[in-house]
């Protein structure tokens, strides 16, 4: 397994938890490269456009096999380069989220995507995060973690965040969309949203950011 080689975190939790500002932080507190690989999901979402997860499985396959995906930087500053570019701004909204939601159930979507995260951790030590990563990808990581929060919270953070880039947004129909996107990731097939039996649990629900950050990197030196 790859990991014994390098060192891996992981980081696995639903959408809205928290993830991505905690994961980065932490990545650059342990001095880790930081691998978003719900970016990586939105980045084939962007490329197959908005019907992609209904394309044959042949031509999904075939056209994941010619990105590349790459990091430049590290720690808190590390990007995630798609055929040397990084994404968008576009990326991030919460449509491409529920596009590559969508494509997360396929099979063929999945393996070409676990196949390139575990080939980024083959040369890097890693803060990984996702869904899947100390279930499918990284199971033999010494170190994982889960981030949960009420779908309430999640939702209540996002308007928040929206609001803050002059967006104001409705909270209902963000908790619906939140809810939806749930219930897509923790149900599907393969590697569903789920916490790894040895992961810790961290609900962020009552945390500020800076106490996730404290307790995650507390945990990881321990
Ligand atoms: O973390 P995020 O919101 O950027 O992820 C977008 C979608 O990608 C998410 O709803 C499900 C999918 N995803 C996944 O299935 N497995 C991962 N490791 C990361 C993301």
């Known amino acids: 397994m790859p990991s014994d080689a390098r060192r891996i975190i992981t980081i696995d939790g639903p959408a809205g938890a928290g993830k991505t500002s905690v994961s980065r932080r932490a990545a650059g507190e342990l001095g880790l490269a930081y691998l978003d690989t719900g970016a990586m999901f939105r980045a084939v979402a962007l490329r197959l456009g908005q019907d992609g997860h209904r394309l044959a499985e042949s031509d999904i396959d075939a056209a994941l096999a010619a990105v590349v995906f790459s990091l430049d930087g590290s720690g808190a500053d590390t990007r995630l380069l798609v055929d040397g570019k990084p994404l968008p701004d576009s990326a991030r909204t919460e449509e491409v989220g529920a596009m590559a939601s969508k494509l997360a159930v396929?099979?063929?979507?999945?393996?070409?995507?676990?196949?390139?995260?575990?080939?980024?951790?083959?040369?890097?030590?890693?803060?990984?995060?996702?869904?899947?990563?100390?279930?499918?990808?990284?199971?033999?990581?010494?170190?994982?973690?889960?981030?949960?929060?009420s779908?309430?919270?999640?939702?209540?953070?996002?308007?928040?965040?929206?609001?803050?880039?002059?967006?104001?947004?409705?909270?209902?129909?963000?908790l619906a969309a939140i809810s939806r996107r749930d219930d897509q990731d923790r149900n599907r097939a393969e590697a569903p949203l789920a916490a790894a039996p040895d992961a810790r649990i961290i609900d962020t629900s009552a945390m500020t950011e800076d106490a996730v950050v404290a307790a995650i990197v507390a945990a990881a030196r321990a």
């Open 106 to 149: 396929l099979p063929v979507v999945r393996a070409r995507l676990k196949q390139a995260q575990q080939a980024l951790g083959r040369t890097t030590d890693l803060l990984a995060e996702g869904r899947d990563m100390g279930t499918a990808v990284f199971p033999d990581a010494p170190c994982k973690f889960f981030l949960d929060a």
């Open 151 to 174: 779908a309430e919270v999640r939702a209540r953070r996002r308007v928040a965040q929206l609001a803050a880039l002059g967006r104001p947004a409705d909270y209902a129909a963000i």
